[in-house]
């Protein structure tokens, strides 16, 4: 079945260091939706990427969709305590429903 | 309108038993998705409903589930004769058309 991976699936960086995670696809995606989950809470959504080589930036974060539509990056400029937490990417599955990734765990270091 | 809430947040059940979760969704939103997630996993699919009509239903779904979602307003979802691999976190999650979910907070299952 339809599925998306990402990696690293942990990242420990020190307050003020960058961070990147990174989802990919076998198969192409007509667009890509990436969320946060703080410790102990649900998903909560953060953008969705439809355009082949689509880059979009939420103040310190920059997502990013491939050219082929097969991967997609997230990318956090000096990260914050506040910043702490996993980060999926999802993926259209067969038919409505969205499939998730296993996940990107980030802890910050004060 | 607050977002989607989850009834009851959590449920200890022993092994047998039947329960039921309660999801209301934000009320402009027609979608609504009930998802599973377990410890270090990202939410697996269940079911999906448009309006009050469940439309999709995840191939690894038992048959011991059941959703339900009466005049397209809150759902439910029921898992009979629950097991001890059915304790998970189960997200319901609403939408207005194939944009991104609002989930809610989530009703925790333990099956003991």
């Known amino acids: 079945g339809q599925q998306v991976m990402q990696i690293p699936q942990y990242q420990h960086v020190q307050e003020g260091e960058d961070f990147t995670t990174y989802c990919n696809s076998s198969?192409?995606?007509?667009?890509i939706q990436w969320y946060k989950q703080r410790p102990g809470g649900h998903p909560v959504f953060l953008i969705q990427?439809?355009?082949?080589?689509e880059v979009k930036k939420q103040k310190r974060l920059t997502f990013q969709f491939g050219e082929a539509k097969k991967n997609s990056s997230l990318h956090i400029t000096a990260t914050q305590t506040t910043d702490v937490g996993t980060y999926f990417c999802?993926?259209?599955?067969?038919?409505?429903?969205?499939?998730f990734g296993p996940g990107t765990r980030l802890s910050v270091l004060p | 309108d607050t977002g989607v809430s989850q009834n009851p947040r959590h449920k200890i059940t022993k092994r047998g038993q039947n329960v039921t979760f309660r999801c209301d969704p934000i009320?402009?939103?027609?979608?609504l998705y009930w998802y599973r997630q377990t410890l270090g996993q990202g939410p697996e699919f269940l079911t999906y409903?448009?309006?009050?009509?469940?439309?999709?239903k995840s191939r690894l779904l038992s048959d011991r589930f059941s959703a339900e979602r009466p005049k397209g307003s809150f759902s439910t979802l029921e898992i009979q004769r629950t097991e001890q691999g059915d304790s998970a976190m189960y997200l319901c999650?609403?939408?207005?058309?194939?944009?991104?979910?609002?989930f809610g907070s989530g009703t925790r299952l333990t099956v003991v």
């Open positions: 999650a609403s939408s207005q058309m194939a944009y991104g979910y609002t």
């Open positions: 198969t192409t995606l007509s667009n």
């Open positions: 990427l439809v355009k082949s080589g």
């Open positions: 999802a993926g259209p599955g067969y038919g409505q429903n969205f499939v």
């Open positions: 009320s402009e939103h027609n979608r």
């Open positions: 409903f448009q309006n009050e009509a469940q439309l999709e």
